[in-house]
T-cell receptor, first 112, second 112 residues
Framework: DSGVTQTPKHLITATGQRVTLRCSPR?????VYWYQQSLDQGLQFLIQ???????AKGNILERFSAQQFPDLHSELNLSSLELGDSALYFC???????????FGSGTRLTVV | AQTVTQSQPEMSVQEAETVTLSCTYD???????LFWYKQPPSRQMILVIR??????QNATENRFSVNFQKAAKSFSLKISDSQLGDAAMYFC?????????FGGGTRLMVKP
């Protein structure tokens, strides 16, 4: 157990639908990062939150949004889903810039 | 902008032998950190080893060691006494400006 909790582990939904992925960071970590990994691809950075504030944005589609709540958990909202959104979505947390990130086990999203 | 490049999409090694995975990077930051992550078939992201850019000494973790060449912006991973459990995708990553950027990955196969 890495200490970063992601739910659900698997999600199957239809095109055009909206889903919410949830992440609880490791205890004490203020930063949360979301990454997307398509099949046999590298990890693409989506967005970062630090203590409730958006800190950085990557190649995140306008159909996607995220937020971090006062208890530091984060949610990634994906709407108007397309087949190409099928991927593994990782959440990671860190205490600061000096260390590596701790990853959750990911949410596998399948859009049918 | 920062980039990470892994030029070897696939590598193969005989069990008990040594293999080196290559990684080059680019950043304008003077303070940064480099990492190797392992992603086994379970898709979990596991931190293998980290290197602080300000340290000249190469990091070592048991059978895993790095060759960090700062001037050349090169960060290779050496796996000694390869084991079947080392078979996985390996990602090189750069943390600069509190942004973790990944390379495209190298798939390592271990032959018994």
């Amino acid at each position: 157990d890495s200490g970063v909790t992601q739910t659900p582990k698997h999600l199957i939904t239809a095109t055009g639908q909206r889903v919410t992925l949830r992440c609880s960071p490791r205890s004490g970590d203020l930063s949360v990062y979301w990454y997307q990994q398509s099949l046999d691809q590298g990890l693409q950075f989506l967005i970062q939150y630090y203590n409730g504030e958006e800190r950085a944005k990557g190649n995140i589609l306008e159909r996607f949004s995220a937020q971090q709540f006062p208890d530091l958990h984060s949610e990634l909202n994906l709407s108007s889903l397309e087949l190409g959104d099928s991927a593994l979505y990782f959440c990671a947390s860190s205490a600061g810039a000096t260390g590596g990130y701790t990853f959750g086990s990911g949410t596998r999203l399948t859009v049918v | 902008a920062q980039t990470v490049t892994q030029s070897q999409p696939e590598m193969s090694v005989q069990e008990a032998e040594t293999v080196t995975l290559s990684c080059t990077y680019d950043t304008s930051e003077s303070d940064y950190y480099l990492f190797w992550y392992k992603q086994p078939p379970s898709r979990q992201m596991i931190l293998v080893i980290r290197q602080e850019a300000y340290k000249q000494q190469n990091a070592t973790e048991n059978r895993f060691s790095v060759n960090f060449q700062k001037a050349a912006k090169s960060f290779s991973l050496k796996i000694s006494d390869s084991q079947l459990g080392d078979a996985a995708m390996y990602f090189c990553a750069l943390n600069a400006g509190n942004m973790l950027t990944f390379g495209g990955g190298t798939r390592l196969m271990v032959k018994p």
